[in-house]
C-alpha cells in the first residue's frame, strides 16, 4: 500500500500539483479517501486555472491594445532617429529644443516670412539640407508637397535615403568642394548642375549653409540656384551679417567654420546672380534661432 501512495505524491509533484495523477493510476479499497481528496483538490485547481484562464484573457487584450497605441505613437512620433554624429546645427541650439523641433520652428518662420501656413503645397529644395527638417517633417508629420534635400555629405545623405520612406521626400548627394564640410570634393563653377535632373521648385532654402561659405563659392552657389526656380517660385537664405570695413570675413580660425559678410556685398551678390531682395531680417526674430534672413525673388 505504501508504494502506490509514493507514487501518487510522486506523480503529484512531477505533473503539477495532482491534476493528472488521478487519471495515471489505478486506486483501490483503502484509497478511496485519499481519492475523493485528490477529486476535491483537481476540481479547485481547475475551477482557479479556469478563473485565471478568464482573468489573463482580459489582460492579453489591454496588452494588444495597448501595444497598437504604443506602434502607433512610435510610428508618428519617432520614425526617424537620426544618429548624433549626423546633427549640423551649433551645440547652443540644443537648448531650444530637439533638432526636430527648431526644424519646425525654422519652417513655421520660413512660412510666415512667405505669407502661407505651411509647405503642404510647396515644392521644397532643401539646399545643404543636413538632417534637421526631414526630422522635423517626418517626426513632426508637418505638410509638405514635395522636399528635395541636397548635401554634400555622403554618408548623412545615403543615411537618410534609406531611413526615409515617405515617397514626397528625396535626398540627393553633390560633390563639391567646401573647406569645411567636403576639402576633396570637385570645384564648385557657375556652371555645375545639381544633382536633380530637369527639375524646379517653388521654394529654394539654405538654412545655415552661406555661413559657411567663401564668397566666390556663395555667388556661385546663387547663380546655380537661380536656373532651378520657378518663376514665381522664391529663395529664402540665413547669412551672417556683420558691420565690416570688407566685404567678408572669417569669424573664426578655420575657412568657412562662420562665413560672415556685409550686408551690401550681399545684396550685390543677389542682383549679380538674377535675384531681388524682397525683405531681410535681423538675427533671431522672436528668438528663432536664425541668422539674418534674406527672402528673394527670381528676377
Ligand atoms: C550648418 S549645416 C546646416 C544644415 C541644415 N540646413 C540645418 O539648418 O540644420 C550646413 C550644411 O550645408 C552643407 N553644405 C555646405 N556647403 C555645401 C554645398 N556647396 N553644397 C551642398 N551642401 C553644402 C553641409 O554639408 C551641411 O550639411
Redesign the pocket.
Known amino acids: 500500500m505504501v508504494k502506490p501512495i509514493r507514487e501518487i505524491f510522486k506523480a503529484q509533484t512531477l505533473m503539477g500539483r495532482a491534476l493528472r495523477a488521478p487519471r495515471d493510476i489505478v486506486l483501490r479499497g483503502p484509497l478511496t479517501g485519499i481519492r475523493q481528496g485528490q477529486q476535491r483538490f483537481r476540481k479547485e485547481m481547475l475551477d482557479e486555472q479556469k478563473r485565471l484562464r478568464e482573468e489573463m484573457s482580459g489582460i492579453y487584450e489591454e496588452l494588444s491594445r495597448l501595444r497598437d497605441e504604443v506602434g502607433n505613437l512610435s510610428q508618428a512620433g519617432t520614425g526617424l532617429r537620426i544618429p548624433e554624429k549626423f546633427k ?2 551649433a551645440a547652443h541650439i540644443d537648448a531650444l529644443g530637439t533638432p526636430a523641433e527648431t ?1 519646425a520652428m ?1 519652417i513655421e518662420y520660413m512660412c510666415q516670412r512667405l505669407g502661407i501656413a505651411d509647405l503642404g503645397k510647396t515644392d521644397v529644395l ?5 538632417c ?1 527638417f526631414a526630422d522635423a517633417i517626418v517626426n513632426k508629420e508637418l505638410p509638405i508637397g514635395r522636399y528635395t534635400g ?4 555622403k554618408e548623412m545623405i545615403e543615411f537618410l535615403s534609406r531611413n526615409v520612406s515617405d515617397t514626397r521626400l528625396a535626398f540627393y548627394y ?1 560633390d ?1 568642394q ?1 573647406p569645411l ?2 576639402p576633396n570634393g570637385e570645384a ?1 563653377t557657375s556652371n555645375s548642375s545639381l544633382p536633380v535632373g530637369e527639375r524646379d521648385f517653388d521654394l529654394i532654402c539654405m ?3 552661406i555661413t ?2 567663401l564668397p566666390d ?1 556663395a555667388e556661385n ?1 546663387l547663380r546655380i540656384l537661380r536656373r532651378y526656380v520657378r518663376p514665381e517660385g522664391r529663395l529664402f537664405f540665413s547669412a551672417n551679417i556683420q558691420d565690416m570695413d570688407g566685404d567678408y570675413r572669417e569669424m573664426a580660425h578655420r575657412p568657412t567654420l562662420h562665413s560672415a559678410y556685409s550686408a551690401a556685398f550681399l545684396q550685390g551678390l543677389l542682383a549679380r546672380t538674377g535675384w531681388k531682395c524682397l525683405s531681410l531680417e535681423g538675427k533671431t526674430p522672436q528668438g528663432v534661432p536664425i541668422q539674418d534672413s534674406f527672402l528673394c525673388a527670381p528676377v
Open positions: 549640423k546645427h526644424g525654422l532643401d539646399f545643404g539640407c543636413g534637421r541636397i548635401d554634400i555629405d553633390w563639391v567646401n564640410y567636403n564648385l538654412f545655415s549653409v559657411h561659405q563659392d552657389l
